[in-house]
């Protein structure tokens, strides 16, 4: 039988905060991003190392210092400029595209805020 892990006081006080509907929408919209970002990097840092190029060689393609690439691919929330998405897919081969996703509309989105 598996334990449950004993709640800390971050964790009653994040419990306290998402109680309140704005904070939690705002948290929401907030961490679709960071995982958005999260998403795009994991599959630059993928399709680098199923071309088994280095992350120094994906550097040297769009003129970066190895450590600028290093932290992006490694870092617990990186956040590249578009610029360097769009440098990196190019170096690696890849097309970016933007895709339709459902969306609340323009009037429900503005009930939210």
């Known amino acids: 039988m598996a334990s449950r892990a004993k709640k800390t006081g971050f964790d009653k006080f994040f419990d ?5 509907p704005k904070t939690a929408r705002a ?16 599959a630059l840092d993928g ?5 088994g190029m280095t992350k120094g060689e994906l ?3 769009i003129s970066a210092k190895p450590e600028i690439v290093r932290r992006l ?9 578009l610029a360097t998405v769009v440098k990196l ?6 097309t970016l595209q933007l ?6 509309t323009r009037r429900s989105r503005a009930k939210a805020a």
């Open 16 to 20: 306290e905060q998402m109680r309140d």
């Open 27 to 42: 948290y929401a919209k907030a961490r679709a991003e960071v995982d958005g970002v999260d998403r795009i990097v994991r």
């Open 47 to 51: 399709a680098r190392v199923q071309l």
């Open 59 to 61: 550097a040297a393609l």
């Open 73 to 81: 691919f490694t870092a617990k929330s990186p956040n590249p400029t």
């Open 89 to 94: 897919a190019d170096a690696l081969g890849l």
């Open 99 to 104: 895709a339709g996703a459902p969306r609340r």
